[in-house]
């Protein structure tokens, strides 16, 4: 099968990637870090906003990404343009 018929199938999810170790740590050390925070906040409304505020911050690092990926293809789109361009 193809690249683009396994993308066409659903083979191929590209907003999955493999994370580094690095990635997996942070993403570890931040967790962690909310759950202590969490657990120091004595009202639920305090939980509540810092709820809102994770919950923000997953929107922003999804809106982050989709925009990457965006650019990123365009600029594949755009070296695969110039190589034809220059035959």
């Known amino acids: 099968m193809t690249t ?3 993308f ?3 083979n191929i999810n590209p907003s999955e990637y493999k994370q580094c170790k690095d990635t997996k740590r942070k993403l ?3 967790t962690k870090l909310l759950d202590e925070l969490k657990n ?3 009202t ?3 939980k509540e906003k810092l709820e809102q505020i994770d919950n923000c911050q997953l929107s922003l690092i999804a809106l ?3 925009d990457a990926y965006i650019e ?3 600029l594949g789109v755009k070296m695969i343009t110039e190589i034809y ?3």
Do not use: I, N
């Open 4 to 6: 683009l018929e396994d």
């Open 8 to 10: 066409y199938f659903g």
């Open 28 to 30: 570890s050390d931040m």
């Open 40 to 42: 120091l906040l004595t």
């Open 44 to 46: 639920e409304p305090q």
């Open 64 to 66: 982050s990404e989709r």
């Open 72 to 74: 990123g293809f365009k």
């Open 85 to 87: 361009a220059d035959t």
